[in-house]
């Protein structure tokens, strides 16, 4: 029988439940045992998919083409493991579940109410990953904030499967914010107080608290939460900040949060396996020697939109003892003729052009991808990126004046970026795309060959409607433009080169998504090792 863990949040959100639930699963599988995780979220979406970055951050995409919120790849890259679209579960699914059998006639005859249609059909989304994991531990993320109006009906699951699944098989962990005032420098734990007594007004009584603060919990902050929250002081945990989120396991498992878990659900509490880790961490933090990489994209005021890129960067960077500066150029502001496209080229060491739909920004791109072109800089662009690349290779290359993605002008003479033909009879855009994992084949002798060391097929995660217009293939070759990879299934084009220049590559795939702390991903160790003028791969 599966064990399960819940972790909640209060105060406010974005407090760092999705970091503590990926934490608490390291450390259980640091002591043998099988995890996964799951995330909640109580929006009315079906999934993240239709959410522009600003309003959620990044889309996450699972390896069967999930489209799910940016904590399943906290949870990835922690338990370096692929999870499902199931372990992410949305309002909008349960709601739509629900409503799709009432329409059936399957409830025929009774009253269909939150309780109890939508408490079990989340009970029931909860066990079915567990059963099909076959984990030992599963831990459970409940999005937003305790007493947020949307939340209430899983709360309210979770607190019947206390009762089913019994006290033993099941722990409450609660992760709230005691803020530090500028003023006075007091750390105060009232917002900690408050969201237990919430969450024990609607029947919750948490096993443990995580209090997050931006420096370690004082002795007598840690009593009164202890106090207020019903709870023994060695179960209130401090989760201060820290200068990389690989840390916050380390930090837990130092004040005993994985002992004190595994001996709350009556696991056995064997020798955490951390050295690895530990290893990580330490050359994440001791590197100095700079490289310095441009990010150009349309959603810079939130980083949380490229998040999982930015890891696969901390990854490779670890991977080469090397210090990552990533500065950040908004694509809107070169459209705007606000910033010289020159700007991102001359004063990086690489240069990486984001994902992101739309027109807007769009041009901002192609005059730093042709900046790039004829500064000869360590390049890599990912997924539209790639797209804008390759409409930048046809206008300042091959002499296709106006060519572009049809995406951004439907009427370009030139469309070497055109609209998948099965995508263009689409009546939904939700869950539409082309998504997930699925085999490439690399041209033998390309870089991007020699920087998978060699492997005829590969897999990677798609997410995108748009693809190279096989059409203008020629013209784009002869204007020195490589094709370095193919889908297996299709032959679409999923690697672009440029000849002559000493690291230009195109991905319409997301290789970010399989990165992980001790696995980087081949192209961003390969995109540093180019920026520090080394050779792209290790030859044998």
């Not at 001790?518 to 390969?526: G, V």
Request: neutral net charge; proline residues 6%; hydrophobic residues 40%.
């Amino acid at each position: 029988m599966a064990k399960y863990i819940f972790v909640t949040g209060g105060v406010l959100s974005s407090v760092g439940k999705g970091i503590t639930t990926a934490s608490i699963g390291l450390l259980l599988k640091a002591r043998g045992y099988s995890v996964t995780a799951i995330k909640i979220d109580p929006y009315l979406n079906v999934d993240a998919g239709t959410m522009n970055p600003y309003m959620h951050g990044e889309v996450y995409v699972t390896e069967d083409g999930g489209e799910t919120d940016l904590d399943l790849g906290h949870y990835e890259r922690f338990l370096d493991t692929n999870l499902s679209k199931r372990n992410n579960i949305t309002a909008g699914q349960v709601y739509l579940a629900v409503i799709e059998r009432e329409r059936r006639g399957d409830y025929l005859g009774q009253t269909v109410q939150v309780i109890p249609h939508i408490t079990d059909e989340i009970k029931s989304r909860i066990r079915e990953v567990a059963r099909d994991s076959g984990a030992d531990v599963v831990l459970v993320e409940i999005g937003g904030t305790v007493g947020d109006i949307e939340g209430l009906p899983f709360l309210e699951a979770i607190r019947q499967m206390r009762l089913e699944e019994g006290f033993n098989n099941t722990m409450f962990i609660h992760v709230a914010l005691a803020p530090l005032l500028s003023t006075t420098g007091e750390q105060k734990t009232k917002p900690v107080q408050h969201s237990v007594q919430e969450l024990r007004r609607i029947g919750i009584q948490p096993d443990a608290i995580v209090a997050r603060s931006p420096k370690p919990l004082e002795p007598e902050a840690r009593r009164k939460i202890a106090l207020y929250a019903n709870l023994p002081p060695e179960a209130v945990f401090s989760s201060p900040d820290v200068e990389v989120i690989y840390e916050v396991p380390l930090v837990l498992e130092k004040q005993g949060i994985g002992s004190f878990v595994a001996k709350r659900l009556g696991l056995e509490d064997r020798e955490p396996d951390l050295g690895k880790w530990e290893e990580f961490v330490s050359k994440l933090k001791s590197a100095t020697k700079e490289v310095r990489v441009a990010m150009v994209g349309k959603y810079t005021k939130l980083k949380d939109s490229y998040i999982s890129i930015i890891e696969a960067i901390r990854h490779a960077s670890a991977y080469l003892h090397v210090k990552p500066v990533l500065n950040w150029y908004e694509s809107t502001a070169i459209d705007k003729k606000e910033l010289d496209p020159e700007k991102p080229v001359e004063e990086n060491d690489a240069v990486i052009v984001l994902p992101g739909f739309g027109k807007r920004g769009a041009e901002g791109k192609i005059k730093v991808i042709e900046k790039v072109i004829d500064m000869n800089k360590p390049f890599l662009g990912i997924c539209f990126g790639m797209q804008l690349a390759v409409v930048t290779i046809a206008r300042h290359l091959a002499g296709l004046q106006n060519a572009n993605s049809t995406e951004i002008d439907p009427k370009t003479p030139y469309p070497v970026i055109d609209l998948l033909e099965e995508q263009k009879h689409i009546d939904k855009l939700g869950g539409t795309m082309r998504l997930g994992a699925s085999p490439i084949v690399l041209i033998n002798n390309t870089l991007v060959h020699k920087i998978y060391s060699g492997k005829e097929i590969i897999y990677e995660r798609h997410r995108h409607r748009y693809e190279v217009n096989p059409k203008f293939l020629d013209k784009l070759v002869s204007a020195g433009m490589i094709v370095s990879g193919y889908s297996l299934d299709r032959g679409l084009v999923e690697f672009i080169e440029l000849k002559n220049h000493k690291f230009f590559i195109g991905s319409q795939p997301h290789p970010e998504f399989h990165s992980r702390p001790m696995k980087p991903a081949p192209l961003f160790i390969a995109l540093l090792r180019a920026a520090q003028g080394l050779t792209p791969y290790i030859t044998q």
